[in-house]
């Protein structure tokens, strides 16, 4: 729930050390061991990305853009597009480019993996346009409170999702839970994608139910608050005979911002894959538990996606049952 919000006792923010990039005056923790690079006296130059994607990719986008900005001095601005598509959701405070300044500019373009390399902190070109689908913590970790800060919900939203989690209640008991855990649920496109292209599978009801009792063995009686693009496969594949399982979401994509305020709101996160449970699971602290292995060992998905860099250290991961990818043809799967 929200740092304001004393009602929800179980939160907590990971504290393990990283090692990754940061600038010149960022607190660090005492048992942080690598330095810094000197922060410039002012900035110069102007940076900025092509946004691409839905919200969860945008995110992405947006912390990465301002992450290696403020690392190599230089000043970050957002296009209309993307302040389009994360201002009506969140506080953002990145200046938006004008497009007759952006169509105008003589930008360097540079498309970006999904990890935080070195050359990354050495960048020269001032007229920058980042492009690519990051979103790993590698890049913007050491600046996690300011990121929370920029994805701060509009209060409106907040209020509703808080309003909808106070209503909930333990079953036969009648007593406020505790513990709300968050489960996200992505399905829709990648239910084409992951075995077709990528040789992967999407989280499955077995997975879902592991992930459910590794919280009842070490929380007492959370509530599980289950948003999805897939609700209706959810209501018939999710084990509710225990009476803790409240299907909340609308799974609407064109508008993700009630199920993305539900999620961040809880105290802690179930999620499958996709951005979209990452950063429902990064502003929301407390225990992260996702779906770990979920490509076959010579996916090239494997190419572009880094777990160790996707998942942060102390996030615990469920293998993914790969059986399935066994039984498609081969053609479709990609087993040779």
Same mark, same amino acid.
């Given at each position: 729930?929200?740092?304001?919000?004393?009602?929800? /006792?179980?939160?907590?923010?990971?504290?393990?050390?990283?090692?990754?990039?940061?600038?010149?005056?960022?607190?660090?923790?005492? #048992?942080?061991?690598?330095?810094?690079?000197? #922060?410039?006296?002012?900035?110069?130059?102007?940076?900025?990305?092509? /946004?691409? +994607?839905?919200?969860?990719?945008?995110?992405?986008?947006?912390? %990465?853009?301002? *992450?290696? &900005?403020?690392?190599?001095?230089?000043?970050?601005?957002?296009?209309?597009?993307?302040?389009?598509?994360?201002? /009506?959701?969140?506080?953002?405070?990145? /200046?938006?480019?004008?497009?007759?300044?952006?169509?105008?500019? !003589?930008?360097?373009?540079?498309?970006?993996?999904?990890?935080?390399?070195?050359?990354? &902190?050495?960048?020269?070109?001032?007229?920058?346009?980042?492009?690519?689908?990051?979103?790993?913590?590698?890049?913007?970790?050491?600046?996690?409170?300011?990121?929370?800060?920029?994805?701060?919900?509009?209060?409106?939203?907040?209020?509703?999702?808080?309003?909808?989690?106070?209503?909930?209640?333990?079953?036969?008991?009648?007593?406020?839970?505790?513990?709300?855990? $968050? @489960?996200?649920?992505?399905?829709?496109?990648?239910?084409? @994608?992951?075995?077709?292209?990528?040789? $992967?599978?999407?989280?499955? +009801?077995?997975?879902?139910?592991?992930?459910?009792?590794?919280?009842?063995?070490?929380?007492?009686?959370?509530?599980?608050?289950?948003?999805?693009? +897939?609700?209706?496969?959810?209501?018939? #594949?999710?084990?509710?005979?225990?009476?803790? @399982?409240?299907?909340?979401?609308? +799974?609407?994509?064109?508008? !993700?911002?009630?199920?993305?305020?539900?999620?961040?709101?809880?105290?802690?996160?179930?999620?499958?894959?996709?951005?979209?449970?990452?950063?429902?699971?990064?502003? *929301?602290?407390?225990?992260?538990?996702?779906?770990?292995?979920?490509?076959?060992?010579?996916?090239?998905?494997?190419? %572009?996606?880094? !777990?160790?860099?996707?998942?942060?250290?102390?996030?615990?991961?469920?293998? *993914?049952?790969?059986?399935?990818?066994?039984?498609?043809?081969?053609?479709?799967?990609?087993?040779?």
């Amino acid at each position: 729930m929200d740092d304001a919000a004393p009602r929800w /006792p179980d939160r907590h923010l990971p504290t393990n050390p990283v090692a990754i990039f940061c600038l010149s005056g960022t607190p660090m923790s005492p #048992n942080t061991s690598f330095s810094c690079p000197k #922060n410039p006296a002012s900035l110069s130059g102007t940076w900025t990305i092509s /946004p691409a +994607g839905r919200l969860g990719n945008q995110m992405g986008q947006y912390a %990465i853009l301002l *992450a290696l &900005a403020q690392l190599n001095g230089r000043r970050a601005f957002i296009l209309r597009d993307m302040h389009a598509t994360l201002a /009506p959701v969140f506080r953002v405070t990145l /200046p938006v480019l004008a497009p007759e300044v952006d169509s105008h500019t !003589p930008w360097r373009k540079l498309q970006l993996h999904d990890w935080m390399s070195e050359e990354y &902190a050495h960048l020269k070109n001032p007229l920058l346009k980042l492009t690519g689908f990051p979103c790993s913590w590698t890049f913007f970790h050491h600046l996690r409170e300011q990121i929370r800060s920029e994805f701060t919900l509009h209060d409106h939203l907040r209020e509703k999702a808080q309003g909808f989690l106070r209503q909930l209640r333990l079953p036969g008991t009648g007593v406020l839970p505790r513990t709300f855990v $968050g @489960v996200h649920v992505r399905r829709g496109d990648y239910l084409e @994608v992951m075995p077709q292209r990528w040789k $992967g599978v999407v989280g499955d +009801g077995v997975y879902l139910q592991q992930a459910m009792d590794w919280f009842r063995a070490r929380h007492e009686a959370p509530i599980f608050v289950v948003t999805s693009n +897939g609700m209706g496969w959810c209501r018939e #594949n999710i084990n509710t005979s225990q009476g803790d @399982v409240i299907f909340a979401g609308d +799974g609407l994509e064109e508008s !993700p911002e009630k199920d993305f305020a539900l999620l961040t709101q809880c105290n802690h996160t179930i999620m499958t894959i996709g951005t979209f449970g990452f950063w429902a699971a990064y502003l *929301a602290g407390g225990d992260t538990v996702y779906l770990a292995n979920f490509t076959l060992p010579d996916s090239s998905f494997l190419r %572009i996606f880094k !777990p160790e860099a996707a998942f942060l250290p102390e996030w615990v991961g469920i293998n *993914a049952d790969l059986s399935p990818l066994q039984k498609l043809p081969r053609r479709l799967s990609g087993i040779a």
